[in-house]
């Protein structure tokens, strides 16, 4: 592949922070500080998500790092 198709390839698959948290139900808090987090670009170098089996803390690990490397911010 060249670095041209992988320019686009990443371009194509960036997101903008604010929908990317759009679908999660519950999980306020933790959703609402990470927000601000990224937006006053205070985030810190690690987090703890924990809870209950399937109550979503990968998924939104894994939304939270797409947001962060989200080129974006719109």
Known sequence: MS???DKKNSEEKSISYDKSFEGF?????????LKE????D?????YI????DKSGKTLLALEFAKALMC???N
């Open 3 to 5: 670095v041209e198709n």
């Open 25 to 33: 139900i519950g999980n306020n808090a933790i959703v609402m500080h």
């Open 37 to 40: 987090a990224m937006k006053h």
């Open 42 to 46: 205070k985030v810190s170098h690690a």
């Open 49 to 52: 998500i924990n809870g209950e």
């Open 71 to 73: 080129v974006d911010e």
